[in-house]
């Protein structure tokens, strides 16, 4: 009989022990992967978000992203140069402000307000009736609709606050042309998106400004961003990959640092309580192995027994770690999202194979770890003593 | 507003100037510790804050002192740089030389009511008499709170540590029971009843128990400071990170005693059910 084969004997022999000590490391093992999901999990579903709005650069006025950092002045002259340069295929300012809507008779409610000018690419997702196309025409998000009671076709005054001087802007009439969902919606946040000119009209002020301008690449984000930093010194342009870094190093932080503290309590408490187990187990069987040895099994087979018991555990119990890990990171994930403005499309917990290699790599260790004391009291085991002593006792 | 506000607190240009005897005392503001510590200022110092990176327009003011900003874990991983002024200062650093007096504007003022519980009343009497205003509740208190988000998520994550740590105890004291397998035997035969080295084993478990859920809490006050140290040097900031409070401690030992007792209980249940010659062996 083969090492593994003998091994595995020795675990069901002694199924409610087994059993409990694979259930205990598939608990564990659902915890650490769990861990490592939610260590880069955050930034990844960031970075596929920002992937899928379709732009590839973002320039803004200052380093601080995400943020409301200074506005951009003549935006559609500086989007006009950005779209003329080879690296680039389309520009889009963005612009967003705070803005009352009220359907005539109903109670106002306030939106963030967007204005997208340039292109036709658009930062949303139109989810019934259809985009904006004439003037004075905008589209809410599925909460701001349900909240105004409107639907696609309907009729709604907007009163946008794009300056504080702007206390009682004049009110402005537009027309509900569909219904969208904006990437970046957080559950409960009411939104609506126009024209970067309408939105300047409802602000009753000339268009120019923008938050930042989105660049759609010619397919070299970084060449692109390069271009742009070449041609506006004074402007910040930066890919996807460095919005992401950005966020790295200034937010995000917390529960990169969580999961790293917690993802070394659940080794260390794996490895202790392995150890643990395989150590009393091999101590209640030093006649068997005794035995074992006398009978013409090798030290070096004895041995390989326990390193072979210690990855039955940890192999089982770590197989069925990824689904109950699984199973929990979206009842975790759940959880975190109830936190104010996050967005319904960010995930805490994003699987990446590199969290499986790493949860594998994590277990394999611990198994091997966890066998090593409980392997050199078989090696160093006095057989003739250990023999005697069993016969007497 | 909020971009008047973001000019001012990140493109605020600061030059420490030593006050001169000649010019008027200069009007007095805070700066956050981490400002004054990356910028070497202290109380007593004059500066200049500006709107522009330039320093154009720039004011003098006196710190008047030095103060640690509330942690805001929202903002951890950001250093903040700040500075508290009286409001009309701010408004004269702020407002356009050409505007008209009482033109000036505020982003946000905040108000405390004698009683609390009308809050949502008063910003909805404040919206319906005030166009252009936009009032509502300071913080939210309910479930969509971050605090109470994290909170619920700790405490998950504390739910998959107990099962876990029941899981392996179990096993454990199977182990441990199934060792003392004659000598309960022994016990048996010579006429001691079951219950009897019941209530013994559940006094060993629940002494074995508060042991560990002493060592344990002993552990948390120790890993607690540790903790508390490593992340406020990291982010720079206050906020506490760990707090093992009397409420913390009494509900881990109100959960690791009973599970502890209740593990060596149940697994020694099984062998009590099992016949006095076949656990001695004989």
Avoid at chain 2, 135 to 140: D, I, M, N
Avoid at chain 2, 145 to 164: C, G, K, Q, W, Y
Wanted: charged share 15%; aromatic share 6%; proline share 5%.
């Amino acid at each position: 009989m083969n090492v593994l084969g003998f091994a595995w004997r020795s675990l069901v022999r002694q199924p409610a022990r087994s059993t409990l000590g694979i259930l205990g490391v598939a608990a564990v093992g659902a915890l650490l992967f769990d861990m490592l999901l939610l260590s880069q999990g955050l930034l990844l579903s960031m970075r596929g978000l920002l992937d899928r709005m379709g732009f590839d650069v973002r320039v803004v006025s200052s380093d601080q992203f995400p943020g409301p950092g200074p506005d951009l002045d003549d935006a559609q002259t500086l989007a006009a140069q950005i779209a003329g340069l080879p690296s680039v295929r389309s520009v889009v300012t963005i612009r967003s402000e705070s803005a009352d809507l009220q359907r005539a008779g109903g109670e106002s409610v306030r939106v963030t307000f967007l204005g997208v000018g340039g292109s036709t690419v658009r930062p949303w997702t139109v989810v019934s009736g259809r985009d904006i196309a004439a003037d004075r025409e905008l589209v809410l998000n599925a909460y701001a609709a349900e909240e105004l009671d409107a639907a696609p076709g309907d009729a709604v005054l907007v009163k946008a606050f794009c300056f504080p001087e702007d206390t009682a802007p004049p009110q402005q009439t537009f027309r509900i042309a569909g219904i969208a969902e904006f990437l970046f919606d957080a559950p409960d946040t009411l939104g609506a998106a126009t024209t970067a000119d309408d939105l300047a009209l409802a602000c009753a002020q000339e268009a120019g400004k923008a938050d930042f301008v989105a660049v759609v690449s010619a397919g070299d984000p970084e060449a692109a961003a390069a271009a742009i930093s070449a041609q506006h010194p004074d402007l910040r342009a930066m890919t996807n990959e460095q919005a992401v870094g950005q966020l790295q190093q200034r937010g995000f932080t917390y529960f990169r640092q969580i999961s790293t503290v917690l993802s070394t309590v659940t080794v260390s408490f794996a490895l202790l309580l392995i150890t643990v187990l395989l150590t009393v187990s091999v101590n209640q069987r030093l006649g068997e192995v005794a035995a074992l040895r006398a009978i013409g099994f090798s030290q070096r087979r004895v041995v390989l027994d326990v390193l072979c018991e210690s990855v039955l555990i940890v192999g089982i119990g770590g197989g069925l770690s990824l689904p109950l890990g699984w199973l929990l990171a979206q009842w975790l994930d759940g959880i975190l999202k109830r936190m104010p403005n996050i967005p319904v499309q960010l995930h805490f917990f994003v699987f990446e194979p590199n969290a499986l290699a790493v949860h594998a790599l994590l277990l394999g260790a611990t198994a091997i770890l966890a066998a090593v004391y409980p392997m050199r009291i078989v090696a160093r085991l006095p057989i003739a003593a250990t023999l005697r002593n069993e016969t007497v006792s | 507003m909020k971009r008047r506000t973001f000019l001012l607190a990140l493109s605020t240009t600061l030059i420490v100037a030593f006050s001169s005897a000649q010019t008027p005392e200069p009007p007095s503001i805070l700066v956050s510790r981490q400002l004054a510590e990356t910028e070497g200022l202290a109380e007593g110092d004059v500066v200049r804050l500006a709107l522009d990176a330039a320093g154009a327009g720039a004011r003098p003011f006196r710190i008047a002192g030095v103060y640690e900003p509330t942690p805001d874990p929202m903002r951890l991983g950001t250093v903040p740089r700040e500075v508290r002024m009286h409001l009309p200062d701010l408004l004269a650093l702020t407002s356009d030389d050409d505007a008209p007096t009482g033109a000036e504007h505020v982003a946000r003022i905040n108000i405390a009511l004698a009683d609390p519980a009308n809050a949502h009343a008063f910003a909805r009497s404040v919206n319906g008499r005030a166009p252009g205003v936009f009032a509502r509740r300071a913080a939210a208190t309910g479930s969509a709170s971050t605090f109470v988000v994290l909170e619920r998520f700790h405490l998950a994550i504390a739910v998959v540590t107990i099962v876990a740590a029941t899981v392996f105890l179990l096993a454990l004291t199977i182990m441990l029971v199934d060792e003392r397998r004659e000598t309960v035997g022994v016990l048996r035969l010579i006429g001691l009843p079951a219950p009897r080295i019941l209530l013994q084993v559940l006094l060993e478990g629940l002494l074995i128990a508060s042991a560990g859920a002493l060592f344990g809490l002993a552990l948390a006050w120790v890993s607690e400071g540790l903790i508390n140290r490593f992340f406020q040097w990291r982010y720079n900031t206050a906020l506490i990170f760990v707090q093992v409070t009397p409420r913390v401690a009494a509900l881990c030992v109100a959960i690791a005693v009973p599970l502890g007792a209740s593990a060596t209980l149940a697994a020694s249940w099984a062998l009590m059910r099992r016949g006095a010659l076949r656990l001695a062996r004989r």
